[in-house]
């Protein structure tokens, strides 16, 4: 069987945490956000959106942050400014007689796991973060989500630093654990 570039993909694709302070443009993140139509989703609800948060908008992320934990304002906004591109993962939960809202929340979750791998595959760093303060309502309101949306978490997406483009090989997974046959 031949490796597929989806595959391969997959098994390159590493989380960064330190980016340049180059990200991909509205225009490349709309492709990117239009191949989420192929996600898994269960009568089509679409239950997420994603908000996209540049220069002086990633501030909202790092307030929200510390006004939810009563932490230093200045040391969240310095964290959420450390990469160029921030996008907020949001369940927007549609109403179903058939599909559970954990169900729903999964459909969010594979759109940013699968976004994720597609901006490694297109050559671009990210991070997926959540943390305690994720469905706080002080973060909510800093990010103008109103009920019933929640988020998910966040990507801090840009460049990766050359020093980070040498990956380390995974460590394998002990497939006996993960895949059973009956």
Known sequence: MSKQP??????????HSKHTDDAPTHAEL??????????ADHSR??????????GGARAKLGKGLAKASGGDRDKYVAKAM??????????SPRKSGKVPVWEQEAVASGVAHLLGLLLHEAGWGSIWKTGSHTRSKELRKALGVKKP???????????????????????????????TAL
């Open 30 to 39: 709309e492709q990117l956000v239009g191949a989420m139509a192929s996600v």
């Open 6 to 15: 989806a595959l391969e993909a997959l098994q390159q694709r590493r989380s």
């Open 45 to 54: 609800l679409r239950p997420w959106r994603i908000i996209e948060l540049r």
């Open 149 to 179: 949306e929640y988020l998910l978490g966040w990507l801090y997406v840009g460049g990766i630093p050359d020093r980070d483009r040498k990956a380390k090989p995974r460590k394998p997974l002990e497939l006996s654990r993960h895949l």
């Open 82 to 91: 450390r990469s160029p591109l921030i996008l907020v993962i949001v369940v």
